[in-house]
Structure formats: C-alpha cells, structure tokens
C-alpha cells in the first residue's frame, strides 16, 4: 500500500522568504512522486515530479522538490515566496503501471506582502 | 478550448434532483478519471476509464453513475444525492498504457452543492 503524509494544515511565510512544504510518503516499491498546486476555484496543476534518475528535480515557478529515499521524503522548496505563491499544495504517488496516484491531504500556503 | 474543461462550474441540486457533470480532454488522451474534493481531505479517486473501459470504481454509491462514451468524454450521472455529497468534483486525463508516470492534467472542477 501506499500514502503520503503531509503534516499540518497551514504554513505562512513572508514575501521573499523561504518556502517549505514538507511531504512524506510510504511505499514498498520505488515510488513516483508528484507536487500539485491549487489556485483558488481552479483545478489542479502539475508542479514537478520525481521519476528516476536526478533526485533533485526543478519545476515550474521556481518550485523545487528532493527525493531522500532514506528519509522517505519529497519535501517542497522555494527560494524565495512571492505573492502569487498563495495556493494550496497536494503531493501526490503512484508506485507503478496499475496503482492509483494517492495524493496527500494539502497543504495552504499563504504568503505575507 | 484547451486542456481539460468541465461543466457546469458550479451546481446547486435538490436531493430527489438528477443532473449530469461533463468533462472533455483536448489532449489526446486515452485515460480519464473522476475525483471528489471534500474540504481539508485528501482526494477521492471515483473512477478510472482507459481506453472507454472503467478500469476502476472506488466503492462509490450507486447514486453516482459514470459514462465514457469517447476517450474524450467522461460523464458523472448524479440521482438522489445527500448533503455530504457536496464538494469539489474533479476530471483528470492522462496517457495510458503500460508507462505508469504520465501525469493527470486536472480541470477546474464543479463545485456541487445539494440542499
């Protein structure tokens, strides 16, 4: 089986400040990995994802993701905040060609100007 | 239209009510799938469709009816809802096949409420 656990609910940072959005997952298989963001009355957008090879992998809006297997973590990253960050935030797996992408509760990202 | 759209955006249904929620994929995909949003859950997945077959159903009350008449098109048959029915449906696409990364493209959902 698999599942992701994304601690807390809510995270909220300055503008210009560091984003940190934590994600681990389970699984007894070499996972994928995915992040997706959510704007506001709007479905969900692909940010970055984790396949194989690099374990850091580099996405849209200046988003990044590191996959520490030893760790079991997919954490999120961002330099610097920026206003337009606001969003709610999902990780997601899928461990292979017939299981389904389980995604993680969410996080709220708000940004402080 | 682009991407994956949906329809209505929004819906407000009585309980005895019966209404239809649309999705088509200009994509070129062959995999489509339905999702509910609830608030502060994880999603839900409904139902799978490759290639037109539903492929699967996650325990889902018979009060939600899919239909995939084309690879294009995913339906979700609505009849006799309960309040806590309401929330955020979600389509997705994606490519099928035996290469299990391809990512779902997401619309932006229809908001139901029932009252």
């Known amino acids: 089986a698999q599942s992701v656990t994304q601690l807390g609910s809510h995270v909220s940072v300055s503008e210009g400040a560091l984003v940190l959005l934590r994600c681990n997952y389970s699984?007894?298989?070499?996972?994928?990995l995915f992040w997706y963001v959510q704007y506001p009355n709007q479905g969900l957008q692909l940010l970055l994802k984790?396949?194989?090879?690099?374990?850091l992998v580099k996405g849209i809006n200046g988003f990044e993701a590191e996959f520490k297997k030893s760790e079991t973590s997919f954490h999120l990253t961002k330099p610097s905040a920026h206003m337009s960050d606001a969003a709610e935030y999902f990780c997601a797996v899928k461990t292979g060609a017939n299981s389904k992408l389980t995604f993680g509760k969410g996080i709220t990202l708000s940004v402080r100007p | 239209e682009t991407g994956v759209t949906q329809t209505p955006r929004h819906l407000v249904m009585g309980m005895t009510n019966k209404k239809s929620l649309k999705c088509e994929q200009h994509l070129g995909h062959n995999a489509m799938y339905w999702y509910k949003q609830s608030a502060k859950k994880p999603l839900e997945l409904m139902f799978v469709y490759n290639f037109k077959e539903q492929t699967e159903n996650n325990s889902v009350p018979s009060r939600f009816s899919p239909e995939c008449p084309n690879s294009s098109h995913l339906f979700l048959h609505l009849h006799t809802l309960q309040p806590e029915d309401s929330a955020l449906y979600l389509c997705?696409?994606?490519?099928?096949?035996?290469?299990?990364?391809?990512?779902?493209?997401f619309g932006p959902g229809t908001r139901l409420t029932v009252t």
């Open positions: 997705a696409s994606s490519q099928a096949g035996l290469v299990s990364i391809y990512e779902q493209y």
């Open positions: 984790y396949t194989t090879g690099a374990t």
């Open positions: 699984s007894s298989v070499p996972p994928y």
